[in-house]
């Protein structure tokens, strides 16, 4: 039974687990399943059929429970405790009946049930079964949840009316502490949904965290996110209603493209997130980083495209409505759109185009690291009691490429990243040392003072980049750029203009040679001269 259940259980019930770390636990909770009790003298229970002084421990003879839900409709009618008696007797459900239902069995001979009765319970339970995923808490990984797939085995010999899925969660913290009664810092569901309403609860529920690693519901989180949905329905409602915002039409422009590219790639990434009911990437792709993108495209047009608002409107409330339904709903019957939003279709799977995404990313950072660079080159001159006056000149410089020790140590930290990708920046040191570019310092013949700063060289070269990785990804340490970051610049400069709040005249983007003045493939520099 044993083996049959690990067996099984490894080919079916991975069907989903959704983390590996639970899976872990159900493996060894198959094993150590012998040692717990399977029958007790008080409590609940049903009684061994050959000692009525025992009770079967009442949560291993439980575990199928939710066949039952199936049919119960049939059996306790409108009361469940009973009260009002059902269409069957509790005496005519024996043995013979349960297998009929549950397991096709024929109808039994001098049924009290008739056959056209029993046929429809059976047509419920194989309408509903098998539980396509159950919710529960990581408590009930080394009981409950594994009995239940022991005694499913027990019962059918089909796979596939095993439980499909199991999804398992921690516990609740409110605000970084634990949920107590005794120290208040306690909420019911319906005391949240008061004071945030359903919305807003569900936004921050599903912001506090998956797996099972307990998770923090923040109310500012709630409080926060009234005000942004509040923010997004007056500008959906001044584009859509009010025709307040102007719109243009015709060809797509580089920043409409961009914004279309980063649209698909939020409609992607939510789509996987919820498959795999990981909600809070779910709320980070379909709220968090499409109104970012929303919100950098608006300020950085002179005009917006009217047929890509559009489009943003429509997928940004489909995606965002399986966590904040009410909002997302009310917002699609408001702008004339068709139907329920709970019936409209996922939106189209269009391509992300990775030369498009990365310009994108790269266009952020490089606004944000420019207006850093701006604003601290302003704060000197205030400090210096300087003219508060507009630089006469604003350069960005791009790299023109690697030099050859800097693509060796990129080509080492790639192979340290595909080994050791969920822990790469604890990794990559042991081998850095080892490479012959620090070796070969011992042996070079250089001095001291002149080896070591040859060592910082090399080693903050290296920090920088393994860093990039894990904000970026692998591809922060690619040698090959996907696209000519001086071309790209060049043709964007009117938005640099707008994102740093410079006349774009005077914004200079050249690029430069590989070793000059600290510029790096996907990390330019920035120069600022002011007249005085």
């Given at each position: ?143 409950h ?64 965290g ?139 799977a ?12 790269y ?12 604003d ?33 140590i ?84 009117e938005?640099?203009g ?11 983007i050249?690029k ?21």
């Amino acid at each position: 039974w044993q083996s049959q259940t690990s067996g099984q259980y490894q080919r079916r019930v991975h069907g989903e687990l959704y983390n590996p770390r639970v899976r872990v636990r159900f493996e060894t909770a198959v094993g150590w399943l012998k040692e717990w009790a399977c029958s007790r003298r008080m409590g609940l229970g049903t009684f061994l059929p050959w000692d009525k002084k025992w009770v079967i421990e009442a949560l291993s003879d439980s575990t199928i429970y939710w066949a039952y839900y199936t049919v119960c409709h049939k059996l306790q009618s409108a009361a469940l405790d009973g009260s009002i008696p059902g269409l069957i007797k509790p005496e005519d459900m024996n043995d013979a009946v349960w297998e009929y239902i549950f397991r096709r069995g024929s109808y039994p001979k001098g049924c009290a049930v008739s056959e056209s009765l029993l046929k429809e319970l059976r047509e419920e339970f194989e309408y509903w079964y098998p539980m396509d995923v159950r919710v529960s808490g990581k408590d009930l990984i080394g009981n409950h949840l594994t009995m239940a797939i022991y005694n499913h085995v027990a019962i059918w010999d089909d796979a596939k009316m095993w439980p499909q899925s199991y999804f398992c969660n921690g516990h609740t913290m409110l605000n970084n502490e634990k949920m107590s009664k005794s120290t208040g810092n306690f909420r019911t569901l319906e005391d949240a949904c008061v004071m945030f309403s359903a919305d807003a609860t569900r936004l921050a529920l599903a912001d506090a965290g998956d797996g099972i690693e307990d998770a923090n519901f923040v109310e500012n989180v709630a409080n926060k996110n009234i005000l942004n949905m509040t923010t997004e329905e007056r500008w959906m409602t001044s584009v859509c209603l009010d025709k307040s915002v102007p719109l243009r039409s015709g060809p797509y422009n580089n920043l409409d493209l961009l914004f279309a590219n980063a649209i698909s790639r939020c409609v992607h990434e939510a789509d996987r997130a919820y498959s795999k009911m990981k909600y809070r990437d779910a709320l980070l792709a379909a709220w968090f980083q499409l109104q970012n993108a929303k919100k950098f495209y608006v300020d950085k047009s002179k005009i917006i495209h009217g047929e890509l608002t559009d489009r943003f409107i429509e997928e940004q409330l489909i995606i965002f409505s399986p966590i904040c339904t009410h909002f997302c709903e009310s917002m699609w019957q408001r702008l004339g759109k068709p139907g329920l939003i709970v019936n409209a279709r996922w939106p189209e799977a269009r391509p992300v185009d990775p030369v498009l995404s990365s310009q994108y990313t790269y266009l952020l950072d490089l606004c944000r690291d420019a207006r850093k660079k701006l604003d601290s080159e302003k704060d000197a001159r205030q400090r210096a009691k300087l003219p508060d006056t507009s630089p006469v000149s604003f350069e960005i410089l791009v790299s023109g490429g690697y030099l050859d020790w800097q693509e060796e140590i990129l080509g080492l930290l790639v192979g340290v990243f595909k080994k050791n990708k969920d822990n790469f920046i604890n990794n990559w040191r042991k081998p850095f040392m080892k490479h012959q570019l620090i070796t070969s310092i011992k042996k070079s013949g250089l001095s001291k003072k002149d080896s070591k700063k040859r060592m910082n060289e090399l080693m903050s070269f290296a920090q920088y980049m393994a860093q990039a990785a894990v904000d970026r990804g692998e591809s922060a340490l690619a040698i090959k750029t996907l696209f000519d970051e001086e071309v790209f610049l060049k043709d964007m400069v009117e938005v640099l203009g707008q994102a740093l709040g410079l006349d774009p005249r005077v914004l200079v983007i050249r690029k430069v040679s590989k070793s000059d003045r600290g510029a790096k493939p996907m990390a330019p520099v920035f120069a600022c001269t002011w007249s005085t």
